[in-house]
């Protein structure tokens, strides 16, 4: 199946950027109707899932969205100043009807590292996976006073 591809105009005063744009756009939209086995295609994928960081006086406090992730799942590590979060969540699904057998399998990947401020200390940590958010509660050291140096 040959798909028509329009071309720009010639003229360089009539060119516009948002029509070329919305051109291809339709252009990737018919190649996907045109392939339609493409949209049951085994899915993996590996996400960076949002994350908000708040500090405060005495802690760091980490707020991650992980859908649908069981908290044995969910690796959390420090590592120099950062914080990294892994999850993974697989499902199989097997239906079987009269004469045929139809397997589906996917998987999903969640990984962040989510650089921390100076000063926080792996003693004390608390995490808590409720209703698809992780938090994360750092404790800070001693505040880290920088020491000023004096011009000659």
């Not at 969540?89 to 057998?101: D, F, P, R, S, V």
């Not at 100076?118 to 505040?143: D, F, I, R, S, W």
Request: charge should be negative; charged fraction near 35%; proline fraction near 6%.
């Amino acid at each position: 199946m040959k798909l028509p591809i329009k071309k720009p105009s010639r003229d360089v005063y009539s060119w516009d950027p948002f029509d070329e744009i919305r051109r291809m756009q339709e252009y990737m939209e018919q190649m996907m109707r045109a392939f339609p086995a493409l949209e049951n295609r085994y899915v993996s994928d590996t996400f960076s899932p949002l994350t908000d960081v708040a500090e405060e006086d005495n802690r760091v406090i980490v707020t991650t969205d992980l859908p649908g992730i069981d908290r044995e799942n969910v690796e959390l590590s420090l590592r120099e100043n950062f914080l990294v979060i892994s999850a993974s969540k697989g499902k199989e699904e097997e239906t079987e009807k009269e004469g045929y057998l139809r397997k589906e399998r996917s998987f999903m990947r969640y990984y962040r590292e989510i650089p921390l401020p100076e000063g926080v200390t792996e003693e004390g940590t608390t995490a808590q996976l409720k209703n698809g958010v992780l938090t994360v509660t750092l404790p800070k050291t001693k505040e880290l006073t920088g020491k000023k140096i004096l011009i000659e």
